[in-house]
Nanobody, 119 residues
């Protein structure tokens, strides 16, 4: 079993910053990609950023230049540093882990952490 635990969400003022942390535990092996997705009220879940084991990153256009994803491979922890936050960043943020083992992809999700940007 794999578990993902997120932390770091909360209420922040516009132009403020937050750092989200996701710690993965359990049977984690093989090639993996970790990332963050978000879902705002009334909208579909969308990709925010991902990072591979090798450090390759991918960002949604809406967060490029403001958000930075990083990871500690030894600890299976992924971080999302969010700067210059605005109201459109308000959402529940979900940590994601994709494991690629023997041609099969396994998807895992955290429980989500609320990020609210408001004055």
């Amino acid at each position: 079993q794999v578990q993902l635990v997120e932390s770091g969400g909360g209420l922040v003022q516009p132009e403020g910053s937050l750092r989200l942390t996701c710690a993965a535990s359990g049977s984690i092996f093989g090639r993996k990609v970790m990332g963050w997705y978000r879902q705002a009220p009334g909208k579909q879940r969308e990709l925010v950023a991902t990072i591979s084991s090798g450090g390759t990153t991918n960002y949604a256009d809406s967060v490029k230049g403001r958000f930075t994803i990083s990871r500690d491979n030894a600890k299976n922890v992924v971080y999302l540093q969010m700067n210059s936050l605005n109201s459109e960043d308000t959402a529940v943020y979900y940590c994601n882990l994709d494991l690629y083992i023997g041609g099969v992809t396994y998807h895992y999700w955290g429980q989500g952490t609320q990020v609210t940007v408001s004055s």
